[in-house]
């Protein structure tokens, strides 16, 4: 058919419209939430969001969580349209913590992955009328296997398996690229970092993307915003605070150590 490029633009080859104005929806842009990013790391798993929620060319929210825990071995990080992606969020931790108090034990790692896909390929009709797309990325510790996973979705639900790393939304394409960069010429392997060097690296990850893509939300020191950053390990889910982050920002990320 001499298609070619990213699945948006084969849809718009297709006489798709996904949510343009002065379409159906015109003067009434919907609000996303933009980049985020997961990489294997020595002990787990890091996954990171920015904080910044947009509406067209408007910041409508600069304190979005975007890394959202579902239990506590799994989390889903979202990019598109927060609305549609919150309540995702609660269906699959409302319907694991069902499956756990009813079977007595944890939905496998698969079965999760398989909850997702399904509320993914249920949103299309919504995501093709570009009313409600989200292209998540769902990290966890697979305890069958005794290993920490990313997998990232496309907005009709099909998965595929991130094996080093998986980054999403409006600022990826910077950041997928130094992340390549990273795991192959770096002084090591991003799975070989330990958990303080994981940090920084997400921390000058995210802050290059909103260099270069004004959708994506920077670190304010003054107002205390930062990333949020979440890490996965056979212990489960723990996030790192504000304050750790400041301390690392501004000891090895602002200073260029």
Do not use: C
């Amino acid at each position: 058919m001499g298609l070619q490029g990213d699945f948006y633009q084969l849809l718009k080859e297709q006489g798709y419209v996904l949510g343009v104005p002065g379409q159906a929806d015109a003067g009434r842009e919907l609000t996303t939430a933009t980049t985020i990013l997961a990489f294997k790391y020595h002990d787990g798993v890091l996954v990171a969001g920015d904080r910044r929620a947009t509406a067209g060319n408007l910041v409508m929210y600069d304190r979005t969580d975007k890394v959202l825990e579902i239990d506590r071995y799994s989390v889903m990080a979202i990019a598109g349209v927060p609305a549609t992606a919150y309540e995702m969020a609660r269906i699959l931790e409302h319907s694991f913590k069902y499956y756990r108090r009813t079977q007595l034990q944890e939905l496998s790692f698969e079965g999760k992955l398989r909850a997702l896909s399904k509320l993914l390929k249920e949103n299309v009709p919504a995501a093709l009328a570009g009313t409600g797309a989200v292209v998540p990325i769902f990290a966890g510790y697979d305890a069958g296997q005794e290993a920490a996973k990313i997998y990232f979705y496309d907005i009709l639900g099909a998965e595929f398996e991130g094996v080093d790393y998986a980054v999403s939304g409006s600022g990826s394409s910077t950041i997928r690229g130094i992340l390549h960069y990273l795991n192959t010429w770096g002084e090591q392997p991003l799975s070989a970092m330990p958990e303080e060097q994981a940090t920084v690296q997400a921390l000058r990850l995210l802050t290059s993307a909103a260099e270069f893509d004004s959708a994506t939300g920077g670190i304010n020191r003054d107002a205390g915003l930062y990333p949020v950053i979440k890490l996965i390990t056979s212990g489960g889910v723990r996030m790192m605070s504000d304050l750790q982050l400041r301390s690392l920002f501004e000891s090895r990320v602002s200073k260029g150590v």
